[in-house]
């Protein structure tokens, strides 16, 4: 029995999708795994993306999924959410395979991260400077687009870059 892939060649269909997921999540699903039993664990996390275009988080110390990056920084966002009528399964999501890089609080880059995410996010004025919150950025290592059924694509960190993008 031959067996086929149910993945599509990349193309800039996939590329345009997964960008528009990444520029417009407000938040997403983050994955990780418990340092204390290994067990994998899932946050909702505000999301936003840095000056290179790759999704960002601010999040707080005493959070487990904090803990669990600083342990492992291996991780996958999931981002994409149903729309209010018809079936969930039908609608893009794209799942990030990732590294977290935590940002240091003291860096030139934490400043201008703080300024583009209060820009995107302003709400998060009223907790961005509590001393136990920092950003997390999530460097792409792979991805998994599915565009509904029967639409399905791997994606390259290349693929995901916002200049791949095509109009």
């Not at 960008?19 to 418990?34: E, K, P, Q, V, W």
């Not at 509590?130 to 290349?158: H, Q, T, Y």
Request: charged letters at 25%; glycine letters at 6%; hydrophobic letters at 40%.
């Amino acid at each position: 029995m031959t067996q086929t892939s149910p993945f599509r060649p990349t193309d800039d269909t996939a590329r345009n999708l997964a960008r528009d997921l990444i520029d417009t999540a407000t938040y997403g699903a983050l994955a990780t795994l418990r340092p204390d039993l290994g067990l994998p664990s899932v946050s909702r996390v505000a999301l936003a993306t840095d000056m290179r275009g790759e999704p960002v988080t601010l999040i707080s110390t005493l959070a487990d999924h904090t803990r669990a990056l600083q342990s492992n920084p291996a991780c996958a966002l999931l981002i994409g959410e149903p729309e209010e009528t018809g079936d969930p399964l039908i609608h893009p999501r794209l799942t990030l395979h990732a590294k977290a890089v935590f940002i240091p609080r003291d860096s030139a880059e934490h400043s201008e991260l703080r300024t583009r995410y209060l820009s995107l996010r302003p709400k998060a004025k009223l907790y961005v400077d509590f001393a136990d919150f920092g950003f997390v950025r999530f460097e792409p290592l792979d991805a998994l687009l599915n565009g509904g059924f029967g639409k399905a694509w791997r994606l390259a960190p290349a693929d995901l870059k916002p200049d791949q993008r095509t109009t």
